[in-house]
């Protein structure tokens, strides 16, 4: 699976957009972007993935650039309990099962 | 519904004993993965089983790691003659469909070694 570089951390005003940044410059034209989040004491929470389109959910957005080498999870309105490490991960689906490996991921901070 | 739950939520122990940690999966949920989270560290991969299928112990990072699923559901991680590395967050995450975004994780359990 491609490695993905991000931002150790970042702070974002509550209600403003957080715009996380992600590079994956060896991804393959079958690997996915993944973005998860984890919120101090929890397990990981899925929040989007997408192929090469962009892609929005009620949670968040993922826009992908057009070569695929980097790609920006936004979150349009933080909040408070936006407040996590959010991990961008990209691996190829296999039929079966995927393991998830995470690496460092970005610390966000939102602020009032 | 209820999600996926771990017990213990903390568990301090001293090098050499033996721990067991338990995982109930979310009820239908036929995929169940351990994973391992060491302090400012990303998630690391353990141990995954699939129905009655052998598990893929590939990740288990040695002999004195192991786990077993009964009946399908509940599963317990059972760390031998415990090592001050072993200290971590142990994850579980059970899922229905095979898919990477359908694995819904546990608390946790943070297990630290003196």
């Known amino acids: 699976d491609a490695k993905t570089t991000q931002p150790p951390s970042m702070d974002c005003a509550e209600g403003r957009a957080a715009n996380l940044p992600c590079n994956h410059s060896t991804i393959s034209g079958n690997e996915y972007v993944y973005w998860y989040r984890q919120i101090h004491s929890q397990g990981p929470q899925y929040i989007i993935h997408g192929l090469k389109n962009n892609e929005t959910n009620e949670m968040a957005s993922l826009i992908i650039t057009e070569d695929r080498k980097s790609s920006t999870l936004i979150l349009p309105h933080a909040t408070l309990r936006d407040t996590a490490v959010y991990y961008c991960?990209?691996?190829?689906?296999?039929?079966?099962?995927?393991?998830?490996?995470f690496g460092a991921g970005t610390r966000l901070a939102v602020h009032p | 519904g209820a999600g996926v739950s771990q017990s213990p939520s903390n568990k301090v122990t001293e090098k050499g004993k033996d721990v067991e940690l338990r995982c109930d999966p979310i009820s239908g949920h036929t995929a169940l993965y351990w994973y391992r989270q060491s302090l400012g560290q990303g998630l690391e991969f353990l141990i995954y089983?699939?129905?009655?299928?052998?598990?893929?112990k590939s990740g288990l990072p040695s002999d004195r790691f192991s786990a077993e699923r009964t009946g399908g559901s509940v599963s317990t991680l059972t760390i031998q003659r415990t090592q001050q590395e072993d200290s971590a967050v142990y994850l579980c995450a059970s899922s229905f469909l095979p898919g990477p975004d359908t694995q819904y994780f546990g608390p946790g359990t943070r297990l630290t070694v003196l």
């Open positions: 991960i990209v691996l190829a689906l296999s039929g079966g099962y995927n393991k998830l490996i």
């Open positions: 089983f699939q129905g009655n299928s052998a598990p893929d």
